[in-house]
């Protein structure tokens, strides 16, 4: 950590005097410097060509350090994973931040070389941002907003309207895993468990995916607040058509398992931070899926049902004793400040 004369933010700290030069030259220029953010501008001038995603998301998340990651990595791989949705290359972000009066220096410091790493890992550039205080008590530590831009794969034709009747669909991952790690830290509903938050980047894979069956790829959706049984049903409402489950096909870690039971929660509905959904063409699912079982936080993806012409606009699950329900949408927030 650079050596400050202060070890906790202050009011002033947002004022854009000397206090906010003070503490972003020590804690934020140095530590992402690029060519864009070296000027020091009002904004950013970026070289683009072709298609561009462009997307933004805000995090206030509760705790900001939690089982697997923090309140930073969250806010970066957030971000690129939406533009990933997209079928972009993630290259540049923005960085804002509302700190509140009284965070210590130190789990300042923490957040930014979390972002730093973070932004490494994706060859993504932080090329603008902003940063204001609020009064102790008018916030909880830190809020962060991110805005991305990315370049469109040359390929890609992702999109609603292409979902088809017979489409498999597959998740990447092992589902509910962020949201049980959110919950076993906090106050009150702690319990023994070593389920770490599943937050990962996931432009790589949906690249490779994109890369070798191109526009069978018909649709990216990642699997965040409301989970998976959320995106689909969104999903089906959007497109008009049906959805069905295997239940038995979905991959869900043991302890996540347990930890459902405990908390009567339905893992389909938990939040997810390194999970998408994918509807692919039927004829290149199994294909797509030995694939996407190669890159990295990808080696439990799974087929879990498909796109039919019965049942318009429900998604139905075929349940693991044989039975069917209805997977409706969540009606209100399961766990508020997921992400």
Not at 182 to 189: A, K, P
Not at 320 to 329: F, K, Q, T
């Amino acid at each position: 950590m650079p050596k400050m004369d202060f070890s906790e933010i202050l009011l002033g700290h947002g004022s854009g005097g000397l206090l906010t030069n003070k503490l972003l030259d020590a804690g934020v220029f140095d530590l992402f410097k690029n060519p864009q953010l070296d000027q020091r501008h009002d904004g950013a001038i970026l070289p683009l060509n072709g298609n561009t995603a462009f997307t933004t998301d805000s995090f206030v998340i509760s705790p900001i350090f939690f089982p697997g990651g923090n309140i930073g990595e969250l806010a970066v791989y957030g971000t690129v994973n939406d533009l990933a949705m997209c079928g972009a290359r993630p290259q540049f972000l923005s960085l804002a931040f509302i700190l509140e009066e009284g965070l210590p220096i130190s789990e300042f410091w923490d957040v930014l070389c979390a972002i730093k790493f973070a932004a490494e890992a994706v060859g993504v550039h932080i090329v603008t941002g902003d940063t204001k205080v609020v009064d102790r008590g008018k916030g909880d530590k830190i809020f962060i907003n991110t805005t991305g831009i990315g370049a469109v794969h040359p390929s890609a034709n992702i999109a609603a309207d292409r979902i088809c009747v017979g489409d498999k669909i597959i998740v990447s991952g092992q589902i509910a895993a962020h949201g049980i790690a959110i919950m076993s830290v906090r106050e009150g509903l702690a319990f023994e468990t070593t389920i770490e938050s599943d937050t990962a980047p996931l432009h790589k894979p949906v690249l490779a995916m994109i890369d070798n069956f191109k526009e069978n790829i018909h649709l990216l959706r990642d699997a965040t607040r409301g989970g998976v049984a959320t995106v689909l049903n969104e999903i089906a409402r959007q497109t008009g058509s049906g959805i069905e489950l295997h239940q038995t096909a979905i991959p869900l870690d043991e302890q996540v398992e347990g930890a459902c039971e405990i908390l009567g929660l339905d893992p389909l509905y938990v939040a997810n931070e390194g999970v998408f959904v994918a509807f692919v063409a039927a004829e290149t699912a199994d294909a797509a899926l030995d694939l996407l079982r190669k890159q990295p936080h990808c080696r439990n993806a799974a087929i879990i049902g498909e796109v039919v012409d019965a049942h318009p606009r429900q998604v139905l699950l075929h349940s693991a004793i044989g039975g069917r329900r209805v997977v409706n949408m969540l009606p209100g927030e399961q766990l508020p400040r997921i992400c």
